[in-house]
């Protein structure tokens, strides 16, 4: 008999939340809640987002079903390894809940997933954040059922099996992942995106188009050492599925991303948005990604004084989508060579008509440079704060990211990811 372990992969996992998507949607999840048989429910949410009145809508229309709805709006943009100890404490603190609702960007839907699994699992948030940085443990029981309702078009969290947080005493960006966080619903209502600042619609839309991007450049799934199915992971490699919702996303955002940062009012522009963001999620949160998000951990979480127009608070922070986007040009002209064909696929997805006279190797961060400029990113690491004297601790930052550089198509060393970084101080 044929061992199951032996050889490469011929096995690929998808898995998706349930999905409701369209104008309106947020107004029905009081009855998505009750059948889940919700009786008392946790909304989460940030400050700015509470401002514009939609976590309160959605909890009182959630009331009207006869459920209990309290609503959280402490959680920090860009959460910490305090800021999501807080809600925590917070969720354990109130008692028991049957479900959970977060309402917000990726921030407060990855807290609504640490509050899930540390309201159904004992232990310290850092036990099950991924080595080396914490324990790397898994849950022992279940989670209970998360509502997930994106109010930015950018991260996908609400499909996807992870959550991002910064650890702030180690300066470092990691998270948790594992399957039972993915949410159980997800509510995509582009109505509650269209107060987005310009700023944020180009952040949060360059997370998209790098999901998608790296999703369909990721290492294929065949390529990988066969698995145990106790062992299967939930990134397991570009894969035909991941590939079809990757593809749709970039040939939407080609037009939309720009559309949308221009006028946010451009209700067609935020509902192609808010599809491709979709999409993304539901082809990456397979897939997964790779160098791009790698190194945007450390570059968020090593900032010092970077503060973004268009965000909230007065801390440093570098947005995680423009995290994401600095250093992509310079990561897609390194994996080229692994497969050349995807590449030129997702320059043309999202540039048509953009002919590049030069080396193909160059025409994906030409198109990239492009639409970072059209639409407002920083000009490189270099415009948000970093020199290159940073690089060896930026490196040193993503080599920590093993679970992200494992699905990259072309194997980076420490000297690899220093000349992405350097090359990435300044993009134009």
């Known amino acids: 008999m044929t061992s199951t372990t032996a050889g490469r992969e011929t096995v690929f996992t998808y898995g998706a939340p349930a999905l409701k998507y369209g104008t309106g949607s947020s107004d029905e999840i009081g009855y998505d809640l009750t059948q889940y048989g919700a009786r008392r429910v946790l909304v989460l949410t940030d400050a700015g987002v509470a401002a514009t009145g939609w976590p309160q809508r959605i909890a009182e229309g959630i009331e009207t079903y006869g459920i209990e709805a309290v609503v959280f709006d402490g959680v920090h943009v860009e959460p910490t390894d305090v ?8 969720a354990r603190g109130q008692g028991e809940w049957d479900a959970f609702v977060a309402v917000g960007g ?18 310290d948030l850092m036990d099950y954040v991924n080595a080396p940085v914490g324990g790397g443990r898994a849950p022992a029981a279940p989670l209970k059922p998360l509502v997930a309702v994106p109010t930015t078009t950018g991260t996908g969290s609400e499909s996807t099996t992870v959550c991002v947080l910064d650890v702030l005493s180690l300066r470092v960006k990691s998270g948790i992942s594992h399957l039972r966080l993915r ?26 188009l790098c999901h998608a991007a790296e999703s369909y450049t990721a290492k294929p799934y065949t390529e990988f050492d066969r698995k145990r199915p106790e062992d299967r992971v939930p990134y397991c490699g570009s894969n035909p599925m991941a590939d079809m919702f990757a593809e749709q996303s970039l040939r939407l955002l080609s037009w939309a991303l720009p559309a949308a940062v221009r006028n946010g009012s451009d209700l067609k522009a935020r509902e192609a948005m808010a599809l491709a963001a979709t999409f993304a999620g539901l082809g990456f949160g397979n897939a997964g990604v790779h160098l791009p998000h790698a190194n945007a951990y450390p570059i968020a979480g090593q900032v010092r004084d970077f503060h973004p127009s268009g965000y909230p608070g007065e801390e440093a922070m570098v947005p995680h989508g ?6 992509a040009p310079a990561a897609f002209r390194f994996t080229f060579d692994a497969a050349p064909d995807r590449h030129e696929r997702v320059a043309r997805l999202l540039a048509p008509d953009y002919e590049w006279p030069g080396d193909l190797r ?28 940073d690089v060896d601790s930026l490196v040193s930052g993503t080599v920590k990211q093993q679970r992200l550089l494992a699905t990259a198509p072309r194997e980076a060393s420490e000297e690899d990811l220093a000349a992405i970084l350097r090359d990435s101080v300044t993009l134009w």
């Open 83 to 90: 800021s999501m100890r807080k809600a925590v404490d917070f």
């Open 106 to 123: 990726g921030s407060a839907i990855d807290t609504a997933k640490a509050v899930n699994l540390l309201t159904s699992n004992d232990g």
């Open 183 to 208: 949410p159980s619903l997800a509510v995509v209502d582009p109505r509650l995106t269209v107060s987005q600042p310009p700023e944020v619609t180009a952040a949060s839309g360059m997370d998209i």
């Open 322 to 327: 423009m995290a994401v986007s600095l250093t």
């Open 362 to 389: 160059d025409h994906l961060p030409a198109v990239l440079r492009r639409l970072m400029r059209e639409i407002g990113i920083p000009n490189g690491i270099g415009a948000v704060g970093y020199t290159e004297s």
